[in-house]
DNA sequence: AAAAAATAGTTGACAGCGTCAATCTTTTTG
DNA sequence: CAAAAAGATTGACGCTGTCAACTATTTTTT
């Protein structure tokens, strides 16, 4: 690979990210969530009897700061937290009916973003892009933490 | 295209856009530089006298948030303002030598996280891939603002 | 079994960031 | 020339995540 496609690829791969990720300190991402809230929400809809800091391993931030966007949703009433019987430290976190009808009715957003982009690449064929896509995200979600 | 297909694009392109994007409020993507940051830059870089509103526009950023990212950029040494000749109002916004090697040197994070990304997802070709990202970023570059 | 260490979670202080609205300066318009 | 428009800046603000200290509970050591 040659020097000058290498720095396409960054900043193709920073494009992407800009622009499919919130703009600005409040983006919102669908209804009232930051894309943070929504991962989140997506973790705690993903995981049985969710703690606290496992929101926190899926978005890369601090224990406190699990506590802090755990907090923001329960406010928002999107979830629940009950003290796990097995173990008192332990908060589960559970979605709220509202939590799930959220989390269920927000791909709008992203259909929209997802169909604009593809009518502006005619050349590629809709199911390759939708195939390298879904590749993408499985490896990125798997993959190592970037440094 | 079925409903859970569509969920799962939505999923996709947040998955992508979180592990590919700064993470928590502080994420540095390279050097000491934010995302917006680095998208400012090369702005500015590929802007001939570049004003100050430009960046903005290219961040979707207000024009005080405009003025607020190039004031971080100049306090790290990575541009210059200079009154306009022309139009006394207009700040044209110039990198330094230090702000040029910076924005040549730190493709390396991305690099490595489209290798990683890549060795991720041995099913599809490189090329291919490839193809699909450039014509993504320039779709998603030139698109229509997302609401 | 008591003491020590580890683990889950919370909280106050803090700093970074972008918006809003007001303001200043310069240019364009009528 | 007066009024409006345009580029840029600034203070106040709110949101967000980190850090470090702290509480409460559980596990490990001895």
Same mark, same amino acid.
């Given at each position: 690979?040659?020097?000058a496609?290498?720095?396409?690829?960054?900043?193709?791969?920073?494009?992407?990210?800009?622009?499919?990720? *919130?703009? %600005?300190i409040? %983006?919102?991402?669908?209804?009232?969530?930051?894309?943070?809230?929504?991962?989140?929400?997506?973790? &705690?809809?993903?995981? *049985? @009897?969710? *703690?606290?800091? /496992?929101?926190?391993?899926? =978005?890369?931030?601090?224990?406190?700061?699990?506590?802090? &966007?755990?907090?923001?949703?329960?406010?928002?009433?999107?979830?629940?937290?009950?003290?796990?019987?097995?173990?008192?430290?332990?908060?589960? $976190?559970?979605?709220?009916?509202? %939590?799930?009808?959220?989390?269920?009715?927000? /791909?709008?957003?992203? =259909?929209?973003?997802?169909?604009?982009? &593809?009518?502006?690449? *005619?050349?590629?064929? $809709?199911s390759?892009?939708?195939? $390298?896509?879904?590749?993408?995200?499985?490896?990125?979600? @798997? %993959? $190592?933490?970037?440094?």
């Amino acid at each position: 690979m040659s020097g000058a496609v290498i720095s396409d690829i960054s900043r193709c791969l920073i494009e992407i990210a800009w622009h499919l990720g *919130p703009k %600005g300190i409040n %983006g919102e991402c669908c209804e009232n969530l930051t894309m943070p809230e929504f991962i989140a929400l997506d973790k &705690i809809f993903t995981t *049985p @009897n969710c *703690p606290v800091q /496992d929101v926190g391993y899926s =978005l890369k931030f601090t224990k406190s700061g699990a506590t802090r &966007i755990v907090n923001r949703l329960e406010k928002k009433g999107y979830v629940n937290k009950i003290r796990s019987m097995d173990d008192a430290r332990v908060c589960c $976190v559970k979605l709220t009916k509202k %939590g799930l009808r959220v989390l269920e009715s927000t /791909d709008a957003r992203y =259909l929209k973003q997802f169909e604009d982009m &593809i009518a502006g690449m *005619p050349e590629q064929s $809709v199911s390759h892009v939708i195939q $390298v896509i879904f590749a993408m995200a499985k490896s990125l979600k @798997n %993959g $190592v933490p970037i440094v």
